[in-house]
């Protein structure tokens, strides 16, 4: 009932976003869902990817710091008030979203939203408590 993310930490310089997709690329490596998040000095880019196992390899052998992190997949409406519903749904039992971003994937009619959850247990069990549909793997 969880994805793998990875966090890749990147110097924020030209090119550094295209080295990380290239190794991938390399590797058959194919990208699920994305999100980078910035400072003046480094990076922070999340990723969900189709073998995490085999993209943590390629960027540790590329010179790439990486973390593992448990994140909820969840599966909305594609259509106006959806997000809103799940939200209202954390902020009403409590439950921290850290941050989201949202996935490439996805049925038609669906959106995939990605969650890190500050209270990862509690999360998923809201999460199925409450009839949502969770991504297992893409």
């Given at each position: 009932?969880?994805i793998?993310?990875?966090?890749?930490?990147l110097?924020?310089n030209?090119?550094?976003?295209g080295?990380?997709?290239?190794?991938?690329a390399?590797s058959?490596?194919?990208l699920?869902?994305?999100s980078?998040?910035d400072?003046?000095d480094?990076?922070?880019l999340r990723?969900?990817?189709?073998?995490y196992?085999?993209?943590?390899?390629?960027?540790?052998?590329?010179?790439?710091?990486t973390?593992?992190t448990?994140v909820?997949?969840?599966?909305?409406e594609?259509k106006?008030?959806?997000l809103?519903?799940?939200?209202d749904?954390?902020g009403?039992?409590?439950?921290?979203?850290?941050?989201?971003?949202?996935s490439?994937?996805g049925?038609?009619?669906?959106?995939?939203?990605?969650?890190k959850?500050e209270?990862?247990?509690?999360?998923?069990?809201?999460?199925?408590?409450?009839g949502l549909s969770?991504?297992?793997?893409f």
């Open positions: 009932m969880e793998k993310q990875i966090s890749v930490f110097e924020n030209a090119g550094r976003l080295e990380v997709t290239r190794v991938l390399n058959g490596v194919n699920r869902a994305i980078i998040a400072t003046a480094f990076g922070i990723i969900i990817v189709d073998n196992e085999k993209a943590v390899m390629a960027l540790s052998e590329a010179g790439f710091t973390r593992i448990n909820a997949a969840v599966e909305v594609d106006p008030g959806s809103a519903a799940v939200m749904l954390f009403k039992t409590s439950v921290n979203i850290e941050y989201l971003y949202a490439l994937e049925k038609e009619g669906k959106a995939v939203v990605i969650f959850l209270d990862h247990g509690k999360g998923l069990k809201i999460i199925q408590d409450n969770m991504v297992e793997s």
